[in-house]
């Protein structure tokens, strides 16, 4: 003995099986993008209907994925645009990255410019600087080597004009 109501429910998951099974054919078909929702708004049914049959669910997953042929153009694979997806952000996240580095250079730049021109900041041509201040050291060294030449002849020529005094002034 059978129950008419379990029977009748039965009936209606296969009748929605059925519909969920020609939706699916026609997606494939038209090549368009196939998606649990937008399957389950042409079977006419719930989403929930397809996640709880996973035998569906499956076969949903396997329409989706396999690109469509025969003469049209290939349907991307929902792979093939996740792929696409993370090798863009990793684009992203690289041209983010190059544009700060050049952002901090620019402003580096911009900076020691304003301060260059400021008249705050050091002069332009360093090298040159450091040249001439070692070419001043070499000359200070030799004018102290002379002054030192000098204060040694002076030295002695003091002494030498006191001991001719002290002769001078002990003659009788």
Do not use: C
Not at 52 to 74: F, K, W, Y
Not at 105 to 128: F, H, K, N, T, Y
Not at 157 to 162: C, E
Request: charged residues 30%.
């Amino acid at each position: 003995m059978t129950n008419p109501m379990i029977d009748g429910m039965r009936a209606d998951s296969a009748r929605r099986r059925e519909r969920v099974l020609k939706a699916i054919d026609t997606a494939v078909k038209a090549g368009g993008d196939i998606t649990v929702s937008g399957l389950a708004r042409a079977a006419r049914v719930d989403r929930t209907f397809l996640y709880r049959h996973p035998d569906l669910l499956e076969r949903v997953h396997v329409a989706a994925s396999t690109p469509v042929e025969d003469g049209r153009m290939a349907a991307v694979s929902r792979t093939s645009l996740q792929t696409d997806l993370v090798n863009a952000l990793e684009a992203n996240k690289r041209l983010n990255t190059r544009v700060r580095q050049l952002e901090k250079r620019l402003s580096s730049q911009l900076g020691e410019s304003v301060w260059a021109e400021s008249g705050l900041g050091a002069p332009v041509d360093i090298d040159q600087l450091q040249r001439r201040i070692a070419l001043l050291e070499q000359e200070l060294a030799g004018k102290r080597g002379e002054l030192d030449e000098r204060t040694e002849e002076l030295e002695a020529a003091r002494a030498a004009n006191r001991e001719l005094t002290r002769s001078l002034n002990h003659r009788p």
